[in-house]
């Protein structure tokens, strides 16, 4: 397992254009951390977004994973180049004449993939945890270790969405056609669910949510709602309104699981590709 491991961090230490993203994606991650954090304070605003409770325990769990996991593209496209460059520059054939079996080509892969999700939650909890430590009015252990669990949902996403990119260049081959593909997907399903909830508006036995909740993408948008209708001024102001937000927040065992069939599904779906295909 390990020898696989190296096998493709070797490919990835000489390639530059992985080298820049897989950097580039650390360091927004901290820019981001930094800009938030930043007081403006001019003549006619002053803001100040640490004051508005974002860096609060237990809530930043639940803020960071969220927003951090939009970064996930970053990654995305290097495990679909990654795996690209295996059919464009012959090295998977020769991976296979030097004696690697199928099977080891595709774990290499998906080794490579599981320490990408392992290193950024590694990363993610660090920066999620210190940033806590300084900005939170809430420094009780019992209070700093709720929520944490949001760091489960956020690794899961990122499996099942690189799952779904090593699916789609090994369909296609081609890192532009794939990500091209991953795009086209992400708006299909909004336009499939939107023509679900005309079809079964007046049905009262199922929705559009309940069968759309099955969808890959969405079922792994589904493992941590947004976290911005928890501020307590937006809360205040749609009580004022009159429409009170009565949403959960709670990470549900449900949605973790279809995100993980996902993944064994598309494990699966690319080794029959690979086993199946001409190299």
Same mark, same amino acid.
């Given at each position: 397992?390990?020898?696989?491991?190296?096998?493709?961090?070797?490919? @990835?230490?000489?390639?530059?254009?992985? /080298?820049?993203? $897989?950097? *580039?994606? &650390? %360091?927004? !991650?901290?820019?981001? =951390? +930094?800009?938030?954090?930043?007081?403006?304070?001019?003549?006619?605003?002053?803001?100040?977004?640490?004051?508005?409770?974002?860096?609060?325990?237990?809530?930043?769990?639940?803020?960071?994973?969220?927003?951090?996991?939009?970064?996930?593209?970053?990654?995305?496209?290097?495990?679909?180049?990654?795996?690209?460059?295996?059919?464009?520059?012959?090295?998977?054939?020769?991976? @296979?004449?030097?004696?690697?079996?199928? /099977?080891?080509? $595709?774990? *290499?892969? &998906? %080794?490579? !993939?599981?320490?990408? =999700? +392992?290193?950024?939650?590694?990363?993610?909890?660090?920066?999620?945890?210190?940033?806590?430590?300084?900005?939170?009015?809430?420094?009780?252990?019992?209070?700093?270790?709720?929520?944490?669990?949001?760091?489960?949902?956020?690794?899961?996403?990122?499996?099942?969405?690189?799952?779904?990119?090593?699916?789609?260049?090994?369909?296609?081959?081609?890192?532009?056609?794939?990500?091209?593909?991953?795009?086209?997907?992400?708006?299909?399903?909004?336009?499939?669910?939107?023509?679900?909830?005309?079809?079964?508006?007046?049905?009262?036995?199922?929705?559009?949510?309940?069968?759309?909740?099955?969808?890959?993408?969405?079922?792994?948008?589904?493992?941590?709602?947004?976290?911005?209708?928890?501020?307590?001024?937006?809360?205040?102001?749609?009580?004022?309104?009159?429409?009170?937000?009565?949403?959960?927040?709670?990470?549900?065992?449900?949605?973790?699981?279809?995100?993980?069939?996902?993944?064994?599904?598309?494990?699966?779906?690319?080794?029959?590709?690979?086993?199946?295909?001409?190299?």
């Amino acid at each position: 397992m390990i020898r696989l491991i190296q096998i493709e961090l070797y490919k @990835l230490y000489y390639n530059r254009f992985a /080298r820049f993203l $897989l950097i *580039s994606y &650390f %360091l927004l !991650i901290l820019s981001a =951390v +930094l800009l938030t954090s930043i007081k403006v304070d001019l003549n006619f605003i002053k803001f100040y977004l640490a004051e508005q409770g974002i860096f609060n325990f237990p809530y930043i769990w639940h803020f960071n994973t969220y927003v951090i996991a939009l970064l996930k593209i970053f990654l995305a496209i290097v495990v679909i180049f990654m795996i690209s460059n295996e059919f464009v520059y012959k090295t998977l054939k020769q991976n @296979l004449i030097d004696g690697l079996t199928k /099977r080891e080509v $595709l774990n *290499s892969k &998906f %080794l490579t !993939i599981i320490l990408f =999700v +392992l290193v950024s939650t590694v990363f993610v909890f660090f920066v999620t945890f210190f940033l806590g430590l300084i900005y939170s009015d809430y420094n009780e252990l019992a209070i700093i270790m709720t929520d944490i669990e949001y760091m489960i949902p956020y690794a899961v996403k990122l499996l099942g969405f690189f799952s779904i990119c090593m699916f789609l260049v090994f369909l296609v081959k081609r890192a532009t056609i794939a990500i091209g593909m991953l795009g086209s997907w992400t708006a299909l399903e909004p336009i499939i669910k939107a023509i679900l909830d005309v079809r079964l508006k007046d049905t009262f036995l199922i929705n559009a949510n309940d069968i759309a909740q099955f969808f890959p993408l969405q079922s792994m948008s589904n493992l941590i709602v947004e976290p911005f209708t928890r501020f307590s001024v937006v809360r205040n102001l749609a009580h004022q309104s009159g429409s009170p937000i009565n949403k959960s927040y709670d990470i549900t065992l449900q949605s973790i699981v279809i995100v993980l069939v996902w993944t064994v599904i598309f494990y699966f779906w690319s080794y029959y590709l690979l086993k199946k295909r001409d190299l």
